[in-house]
């Protein structure tokens, strides 16, 4: 199952899951990508969202309107849907109205292979880009170990290149876990660290536990501002 949590606030581009894309909404543009992988239900805590998800036929679940991250959001949604424990929930964001069904492939097949692992708390994807692209905070680096699992989740430029460094691992805003993962990462008290980052997979950095993470190739880019839309 795919659960898009789309949340109608945003302090950056206040709207944006409603903002038209040739016609069709963001979040909408989102779901018609993610249904090429598996079912499709949307999160949100706006009635108006769950209106213009109905009208394109897509299921949607009416959630609170305090949740800490969209991880909490689809939490919530799948305890309404009433999920099994061991099903593969994934997590795919809103602000995605392009990203290739190939990549949201690879992160269902991640999320099977890392489901029985009690440490392992969620899993994620990158794709590497030209070093340019550390100066803006809005696409967060990661650092990843040698067995494929991240370091460290930052807006700011990680790792620091003291010597020459052609590309930066980029986050891509896509989780995989299963019913059990999200109840146990939702169970945990917000972090510091997420707190300064504004990123809520370093909740479970912070509280030990392992997030498994994968490249992929995607010319996708979540949209967290208006001027990300010239980009694309």
């Avoid at 989102?30 to 969202?49: F, G, M, N, Y």
């Avoid at 100066?135 to 967060?140: S, T």
């Avoid at 930066?168 to 300064?196: D, N, S, V, W």
Wanted: glycine residues 4%; proline residues 5%.
């Amino acid at each position: 199952m795919i659960i898009i949590p789309a949340r109608i606030a945003s302090t950056r581009f206040p709207r944006k899951v409603l903002y038209e894309i040739d016609g069709l909404p963001m979040v909408i543009r989102t779901a018609l990508q993610a249904k090429e992988v598996d079912d499709v239900v949307i999160a949100t805590d706006s009635q108006e969202v769950i209106a213009v998800a109905k009208n394109h036929g897509f299921d949607a679940v009416l959630t609170s309107a305090t949740h800490a991250s969209g991880t909490d959001r689809i939490n919530e949604a799948a305890t309404i849907l009433g999920v099994d424990q061991t099903e593969i929930i994934l997590n795919v964001q809103a602000d995605e109205p392009f990203i290739e069904p190939e990549v949201i492939k690879t992160l269902q097949e991640l999320t099977q292979k890392h489901r029985d692992f009690e440490n392992v708390m969620m899993c994620t994807l990158y794709k590497s880009e030209p070093y340019q692209a550390k100066d803006d905070p809005n696409r967060v680096k990661v650092v990843v170990d040698g067995a494929g699992y991240a370091l460290y989740f930052s807006r700011s430029q990680i790792p620091y290149p003291r010597s020459s460094l052609k590309n930066i691992k980029i986050h891509l805003g896509l989780y995989g876990y299963t019913k059990k993962m999200l109840e146990r990462f939702c169970a945990l008290q917000q972090a510091p660290l997420e707190e300064i980052e504004k990123l809520e997979q370093l909740r479970a950095l912070y509280h030990g536990y392992k997030i498994a993470i994968k490249e992929v190739k995607s010319q996708s880019i979540g949209i967290d501002t208006p001027e990300d839309l010239q980009k694309l």
